[in-house]
């Protein structure tokens, strides 16, 4: 209302009477607007939600209370209806409301005040997250026989800074076993989502192996759901620097014979095909049978097919 007491009428003092009239005519509808704008502006901010989730929140049973005026200009004969999303409007002139169990999402929370005046309504947007951020951990390989292998972890959503990584000792990527995280090798290739750290692994032992895994609980989403260890947040690192030897046996008879004074083993027999080649390897290998076929040679006849027996 100061706004309007500024406002003077047109001058009486005015010459012609026709610009008189029209001077308050528009006078007239000037104040009509803007009484308009003031009641409708005043009532508007007496709309006040005292209590609402967060812009991203991760309860799902939020509580909304609102005031409606103030203590000079409450609103005694409004009543009040809430509606929330594209439910029916329910009765909330107590001027608090629950809801329960809502869906991860966008939602929409509108109260509106029937009153004396026209009806107003407030709204706010907010949207539930309850997933907790989880991450996928890997490697650039699972066997090496290397000293040093590239790790990357990769985020289901932004949580926090993501990896952060001071110290061998303050670290939020774990290493167990003879191998350590590289601090200074912490690289962002997403922003929030992927990085790539260096693992070494001893090179005082022949063989091992590295269990790399997230930190529990290091960091929150936007919606503060805490980070959450799932089986891709685990990755195992084998190194072997070891020579794999293979043994080569056939099941062809063995008799003891004696040639020239001597006993000696002797593998005979009188099959000239299908004779079984075994092939013993002291470590699991990599390579097809196609390939490990190609790297046997015979002096005589050919090898033909080739099946796996046992796998570790
Ligand atoms: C409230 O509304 C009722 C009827 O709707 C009316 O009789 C009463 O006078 C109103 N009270 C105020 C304070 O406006
Ligand atoms: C809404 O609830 C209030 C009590 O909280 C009651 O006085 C009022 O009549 C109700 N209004 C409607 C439209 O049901
Ligand atoms: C939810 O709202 C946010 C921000 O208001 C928006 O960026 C996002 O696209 C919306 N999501 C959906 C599924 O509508
Ligand atoms: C507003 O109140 C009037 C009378 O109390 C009622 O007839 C009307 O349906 C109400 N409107 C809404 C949107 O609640
Ligand atoms: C709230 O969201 C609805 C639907 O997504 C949109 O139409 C409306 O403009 C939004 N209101 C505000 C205040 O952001
Ligand atoms: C690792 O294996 C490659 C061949 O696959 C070989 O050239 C290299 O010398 C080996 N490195 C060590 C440390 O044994
Ligand atoms: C990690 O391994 C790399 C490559 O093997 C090596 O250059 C580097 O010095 C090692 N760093 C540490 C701290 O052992
Ligand atoms: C066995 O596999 C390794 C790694 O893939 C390869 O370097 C090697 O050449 C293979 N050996 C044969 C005989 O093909």
Request: net charge positive.
């Amino acid at each position: 209302m100061a706004a309007l007491l500024k406002l003077h009428p047109p001058s009486r003092t005015n010459k012609a009477g026709g610009l008189i009239t029209c001077s308050w005519a528009i006078w007239l509808f000037i104040v009509g607007l803007l009484c308009i704008q003031v009641e409708s502006a005043s009532l508007k901010d007496s709309i006040k939600l005292l209590k609402k989730p967060e812009l991203i929140s991760n309860i799902d049973s939020p509580t909304f209370s609102f005031q409606v005026g103030d203590a000079e200009s409450s609103c005694t004969n409004c009543t009040s209806s809430c509606k929330l999303d594209d439910l029916r409007p329910s009765n909330c002139s107590s001027g608090e409301i629950s809801y329960t169990k809502l869906q991860d999402g966008n939602h929409t929370f509108e109260v509106c005040i029937n009153g004396s005046h026209p009806i107003h309504c407030v709204t706010y947007n907010w949207t539930i997250d309850t997933v907790p951020p989880t991450a996928a951990v890997t490697a650039s390989t699972s066997f090496t026989n290397g000293s040093s292998v590239s790790v990357y972890v990769s985020f289901s959503e932004p949580c926090g800074g993501g990896i952060r990584c001071l110290s061998v000792n303050d670290c939020s990527l774990l290493a167990y076993g003879p191998g350590n995280v590289i601090p200074s090798t912490l690289k962002i290739i997403k922003p929030n989502r992927e990085f790539s750290i260096s693992l070494n692994m001893s090179t005082s032992v022949e063989y091992g192996r590295v269990v790399l895994v997230t930190d529990k609980g290091f960091c929150k989403d936007a919606a503060r759901n805490q980070f959450t260890r799932t089986k891709a947040s685990w990755f195992f690192v084998h190194f072997d620097r070891r020579d794999v030897y293979v043994d080569l046996r056939t099941r062809i008879p063995e008799q003891l014979l004696p040639l020239n004074n001597n006993v000696r083993l002797v593998q005979a027999t009188n099959k000239p095909k299908n004779l079984k080649l075994y092939l013993y390897f002291t470590q699991p290998i990599v390579n097809t049978s196609a390939e490990v076929l190609k790297s046997i040679t015979v002096s005589q006849g050919s090898l033909i097919t080739m099946s796996l027996v046992k796998d570790i």
